[in-house]
């Protein structure tokens, strides 16, 4: 498991990054949240593979996790310890290849994923999108409901993604979360330690 109080993960996406992404990542491995989700699926195998190298080395620095996203051999070949997945690639991952991870998560948006997720040997899952977002434009969010559902249906952590922010992060932790995933905010934020502060702060009220 990777959590131990209320975490905070990053997921990434360069597209939306204000400055040099491997400059953000460092900024944001300075902060430790609990982990990095390298999402950049769109790059060929062998570019994913060139910048995961540059952030696994950024987060081991700051001792932070880096979970690498969607490229199972990539993340096998650089004896990465955390992969998170689509439920369609985790399907057909064999048991000899989860047992190279030692953290392995899924995207779920369902009870019924959730259980399927957490069957197939998932350490933790995300459950989203929970409030609405630039990323999902036009799809309401599933709520707060939602994600007290899956919260109560999974025993491995469940962490909420979509649309969380420093005014709602709170609902989410009262909710049953393990915690909480940022990408947009972190990408974009002209002050990336005030907005981990900030989400700390608000999570302590």
Known sequence: MIM?????????????????????????????????ILREKDLSPKAYKELAVSVMEICARHNVRCI??????VAIELGAEAIHLPLDILRNLS??????FLILGASCH???EALEAQALGCTYITAGHVFETDCKKGLPGRGLLFLQDVCKTVSIPVYGIGGLDNKNIF??????????????????SNDVPSYFKAMEEKDEV
């Not at 990053?10 to 609990?34: G, K, S, W, Y």
């Not at 690498?68 to 051999?73: C, E, G, K, R, Y």
């Not at 048991?95 to 190279?100: D, I, L, M």
């Not at 609902?171 to 974009?188: D, E, F, P």
């Open 4 to 36: 131990c109080m209320f975490d905070i993960l990053c997921v990434t996406n360069r597209m939306q990054c204000q400055e040099d992404f491997l400059t953000r990542i460092e900024r944001i491995a300075a902060c430790h949240p609990a982990g990095i």
């Open 68 to 73: 690498l996203h969607s490229f199972v051999d």
């Open 95 to 100: 048991v000899a290849e989860k047992s190279r």
């Open 110 to 112: 369902s009870d019924r």
């Open 171 to 188: 609902q989410v932790r009262t909710s049953g979360a393990a915690g909480t995933c940022l990408m947009s905010n972190l990408m974009r």
